[in-house]
């Protein structure tokens, strides 16, 4: 909880011996490869801070891959979780239904762009999340066709790692996959797919990809096209400008479900409450989980009442989706996120990581890219001197540096070398402050 100290404080070398203990059995109990961003095991964590078995306190740049938006163990959510926990923790909402699940549709059919009729079901993850919006989008078309985009990234079970775009680690070997998913450029302004410049990379990755989906598939054919309105684990792409409006005028002049996973973008990350907004487009259905419940396993799709009511009983559900406990922590987190300023501060937030990165990036050409939105940043890493080949192995170097000297930071990217900022939005000042003083030094020491 928040009596947490906020400090970046190491008292052992990293990982200390409970740490190296832990992960001795750790390798002896799980899957050799399923390593972890992190050399230590986490102790506690809340505010902006993580601290390990050994008593080592990190300053937070990853908020549990942009879960933790309100904090981890923040105060309202653990008051709500220990209540619900005493009153029942489980009856299957398809078998007796209860308030709080109804009270988190509500909530997302209220905060979720577009004020037309809406209706939502709650699932256990982002990926099952997804697994049920391109079920509804195909039901509800009676097409086939699914259109997915470069350097997307939707999840791990069959369907969603098929609409995932990269091979290693997440399908490699893992075939074969689901079928009818197609995949179109993205509009990736610092690698424009089109060979456009930084401003015309969104109208024109729009075009190559609309006269694909007309040439090659057939917009009748076509029952959703699902993208992230700025892409996460593909590195923080915020897509050119024009490009999502663009497409999705095209899927509703076509009758095409447009699906925005908005998984890891959502719930006051980007700086306001869903990343469609920055454009002001208005998804059909709209897939959330990760910050939807400060922690706890929660996902929705949320859609257009037409499209979600034309499903048959017993169509859509599952034995644990919308988890009271889970209902209850995002009624907590969603009420933080909407009265306790947080979208002002994610929007803050960005804006020092950005100043403070343009300028590193002065100083260090081997900065190809500063990008992001909100509390969502991100540095793109290549060899320097106007090459712009990735440079994965300095990312990884850098990362290493960083966790060593006190910081949780995360690496994403098609080409692994982006380093991506994503700290709680209740980080204060003085530690997003020092964790950038932490980037900085490591970047001087390489
Ligand atoms: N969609 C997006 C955009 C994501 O970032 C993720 C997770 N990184 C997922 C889907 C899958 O979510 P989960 O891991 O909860 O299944």
Not at 103 to 127: F, I, Q, W, Y
Request: net charge negative; proline share 6%; hydrophobic share 40%.
């Amino acid at each position: 909880m928040t009596d947490l100290e906020q400090v970046r404080r190491l008292v052992t070398e990293i990982p200390g011996p409970r740490s190296r203990e832990l992960a001795a059995r750790r390798s002896a109990a799980m899957p050799a490869k399923m390593g972890s961003t992190m050399p230590v095991f986490a102790a506690r964590a809340g505010g902006g801070v993580m601290v390990d078995v050994d008593g080592n306190s990190f300053i937070d740049f990853g908020a549990g891959i942009a879960v933790v938006n309100v904090g981890s163990s923040a105060p309202g959510v653990v008051e709500a979780i220990q209540r619900q926990v005493e009153d029942f923790t489980h009856t299957c909402a398809m078998v007796t239904p209860y308030e709080s699940y109804v009270a988190v549709c509500e909530a997302l059919n209220r905060l979720t762009p577009g004020d037309h009729e809406k209706r939502s079901m709650l699932v256990n993850s982002g990926a099952e999340a997804v697994e049920n919006a391109v079920k509804i989008a195909r039901h509800y078309t009676g097409r086939d066709a699914v259109v997915t985009f470069e350097h997307g990234f939707h999840g791990r079970t069959l369907l969603t790692m098929t609409l995932t775009a990269k091979s290693m680690p997440y399908k490699h070997g893992f075939g074969p996959f689901a079928p009818e998913v197609y995949r179109m450029p993205f509009a990736y302004p610092y690698r424009c797919p089109t060979g456009a410049s930084y401003d015309e990379c969104g109208p024109s990755c729009a075009e190559a990809a609309i006269s694909a989906m007309t040439r090659e598939l057939g917009p009748d054919q076509i029952a959703a096209v699902i993208v992230e309105p700025v892409q996460g684990e593909g590195g923080v792409i915020v897509p050119g400008a024009g490009f999502l409006p663009a497409i999705v005028e095209f899927c509703n002049a076509n009758g095409i479900v447009f699906i925005a996973d908005e998984v890891q973008s959502g719930f006051g990350r980007t700086g306001t409450m869903f990343a469609c907004e920055a454009e002001s487009i208005v998804p059909d259905l709209i897939t959330t989980a990760k910050g939807i419940a400060g922690g706890l396993p929660l996902g929705g799709v949320t859609g257009r009442a037409e499209i979600m009511d034309s499903i048959h009983g017993g169509g859509l559900g599952g034995t644990f989706g919308g988890n009271p406990i889970a209902c209850v922590a995002a009624l907590a987190a969603i009420d933080q996120l909407e009265n306790g300023g947080l979208l002002e501060r994610s929007q803050a937030i960005g804006a020092t990581l950005m100043s403070r990165l343009r300028e590193l990036a002065q100083h260090h050409d081997v900065i190809g890219d500063v990008r992001g939105r909100g509390a969502m940043v991100a540095i793109e890493l290549v060899r320097g001197g106007g090459d712009k080949t990735p440079a994965p192995e300095l990312a990884g170097k850098l990362l290493a540096a960083c966790h060593q000297d006190g910081l949780v930071l995360l690496k994403a990217g098609t080409y692994d070398n982006v380093i991506r900022i994503m700290p709680p939005l209740v980080i204060n000042d003085a530690l997003l402050d020092e964790g950038l003083s932490v980037i900085e030094k490591a970047f001087a020491s390489l």
